[in-house]
Every structure is written in C-alpha cells, then in structure tokens.
T-cell receptor, first 113, second 116 residues
Framework: GENVEQHPSTLSVQEGDSAVIKCTYS??????FPWYKQELGKRPQLIID?????GEKKDQRIAVTLNKTAKHFSLHITETQPEDSAVYFC????????????FGTGTKLQVIP | GAVVSQHPSWVICKSGTSVKIECRSLDFQATTMFWYRQFPKQSLMLMATSNEGSKATYEQGVEKDKFLINHASLTLSTLTVTSAHPEDSSFYIC????????????FGPGTRLLVL
C-alpha cells in the first residue's frame, strides 16, 4: 500500500518568512496529492491540491510542487501570517473509484508574530 | 462547498457501553465515506471505508466487530464503538467522497470520545 512521509514534524517561522513542508510517497500509481490544514480541534480543510500531470500549482501565497520521478511533493507558504499557524497534512491517492487517501504524519506550523 | 456533519460532537461514556457516531453528507450523496481516528498530535489513521449498501472495508489491525459501520443510505454512515474501553478514547472523523473521483474528500467536524 501507499506510504507517505512528511517532514518536518514541527516548523517555526517568523511572520513574513516562507515555510516549506516536504512529503514523499511510495506508490508510483498515486496521481492526486491534496494538502490539508487542520486547526486545533477542527476538521481538516483542503487548501490546495495537485495532480500528477502538473509540476506546480499556485494559489495566492500557497504553492505546491510535484516531482513524479523522485516521488516527492512540497507545500510552500510565502509571507506567512499568524493565522497560518496550524497542522498541515499532505496526502496521496490513486484517485478514481473511491480510492482511499493516505495521509502524511503532519507538520505543526507556528508563525511567530 | 460540500457539507459533512457529525453527531455527536463529543461524548463521554462508561467503559463497556456502546457509542454510535453519525456522519451525514448534507448537500450531496456519498456512495463512499471514510472513518478516521486521530490521536492527539498525530495524523489521521484510516479505520475503514464505508460503502453504501455493502459491507465496510476495514484497514489492517482494525477490529470489525469492535467498530461496526453501517452505511444504510447515500447520506448517512454510522460508526458504533462497541464495548468501549478507555483506550478507545480518541477523535473520530469521517469524510465523504463527493464526486466518486477518489480525490475530493470533505471532512466532518469530528467526534471526541472519552471513555471513563
């Protein structure tokens, strides 16, 4: 089955700096990679996703890159703000036919004002 | 966006009792729903895939007789923790696949279970 590793487990940055979270996956058949943000005690919320036919995707201050050959993908947050503080999970799935999603172990991001 | 609800949001029960958690898709039909368990400061661990009209598919190490799943309609899946013990205390979250693409997961708000 799929195995997703995520690093770092915790990340502290100064407000305004950039944050990068990296994930690797094992199943070469995985073709959809979502990123979720989970605030304390709340549900995970999808913030950005990328499909295997795309190398990079950007949405305002958030971007995701994918290297299929190396089987790794990264989340980039620029100009971080205190409200970006949360736990971020990467995930991977084959998609199609109600395939299950495998989550990374999570990164706790703290943005220091 | 799509809305998924869970009920109850939190529950405290005595050891040995059973607890039922409901997961509903409010504005879409979901043939498939997923049940996760999350321990403090840890990731989401998939417990089982709930399939409408058929048996759930459990992940390795999850006791199907302990965690009963019923997906009786296209908008409702239930997870029953039978004979709950303190080690079952956790945060349980469901998600629903809106499009059937295996991609778009909408999560419920979660249920915090405390077994005394």
């Amino acid at each position: 089955g799929e195995n997703v590793e995520q690093h770092p487990s915790t990340l502290s940055v100064q407000e305004g700096d950039s944050a990068v979270i990296k994930c690797t996956y094992s199943d070469s058949a995985s073709n959809y990679f979502p990123w979720y943000k989970q605030e304390l005690g709340k549900r995970p919320q999808l913030i950005i996703d990328i499909r295997s036919n795309v190398g990079e995707k950007k949405d305002q201050r958030i971007a995701v890159t994918l290297n299929k050959t190396a089987k790794h993908f990264s989340l980039h947050i620029t100009e971080t703000q205190p409200e970006d503080s949360a736990v971020y999970f990467c995930a991977a799935t084959r998609g199609g036919g109600y395939q299950k999603v495998t989550f990374g172990t999570g990164t706790k991001l703290q943005v220091i004002p | 966006g799509a809305v998924v609800s869970q009920h109850p949001s939190w529950v405290i029960c005595k050891s040995g009792t059973s607890v039922k958690i409901e997961c509903r898709s409010l504005d879409f039909q979901a043939t498939t729903m997923f049940w996760y368990r999350q321990f403090p400061k840890q990731s989401l661990m998939l417990m089982a895939t709930s399939n409408e009209g058929s048996k759930a598919t459990y992940e390795q190490g999850v006791e199907k007789d302990k965690f009963l799943i019923n997906h009786a309609s296209l908008t409702l899946s239930t997870l029953t923790v039978t004979s709950a013990h303190p080690e079952d205390s956790s945060f349980y979250i469901c998600s629903a696949d809106r499009t059937g693409s295996g991609e778009t997961q909408y999560f419920g708000p979660g249920t915090r279970l405390l077994v005394l």
